[in-house]
């Protein structure tokens, strides 16, 4: 038979074509192995670098509505004892009742911190979620990936 090898040691020429088909398919594997872990290296690389993108530029669109953030915390914390209460002075000496600008003063106060909180949160919900197209990216290359390792019908 071609699959056997002889008692005497000798090799038939359908052994060594036997052999070198063998040797040709394991390089074809080696080969084929070699190119799909060069493309996972390759698309880990690439989403690596499309994160680090994602991340610079979410950290960029968040720094206004935290800038905002803190300026509304400013306002309620600082300038409240100091500027709210000298327009209610301001609205004493205009002749409106003490308490009554005391409200007045308090409602600006509310309405300026309300205004930059609103300001705030429209931004962040504008603007676009920050690793969108990092999460789109990494699911279309594991789509790659499990396609191009399931075996595939021809292959069975």
């Known amino acids: 038979m071609a699959t056997q090898t002889t008692m005497n040691g000798r090799h038939t020429a359908d052994d060594e074509h036997e052999h070198e088909a063998i040797g040709a398919q394991v ?10 872990v060069h493309d996972l290296v390759s698309l880990s690389e690439l989403q690596t670098q499309l994160f680090v993108v ?14 905002f953030f803190a300026a509304a915390g400013a306002i309620a914390l600082g300038l ?8 209610a002075g301001l609205l004493v000496l205009a ?8 409200w007045i003063s308090i409602a ?19 603007s676009p979620k920050m690793f969108e197209r990092s999460l789109t990216e990494l699911s279309l290359n594991m789509t790659w990936l499990k396609n191009n390792i399931r075996p595939h019908a021809d292959d069975e």
């Open 54 to 67: 994602d991340a610079k530029q979410g950290a960029q669109r968040t720094l206004k509505p935290v800038v």
């Open 27 to 36: 390089r074809q594997l080696r080969t084929g192995a070699s190119r799909l």
């Open 80 to 87: 409240i004892p100091v500027v709210f209460a000298g327009i």
């Open 108 to 126: 600006i106060g509310g309405l300026a911190a309300g205004t930059l909180v609103w300001l705030a949160r429209k931004q962040l919900r504008t």
């Open 95 to 102: 002749g409106l009742h003490i308490v009554a600008a005391v």
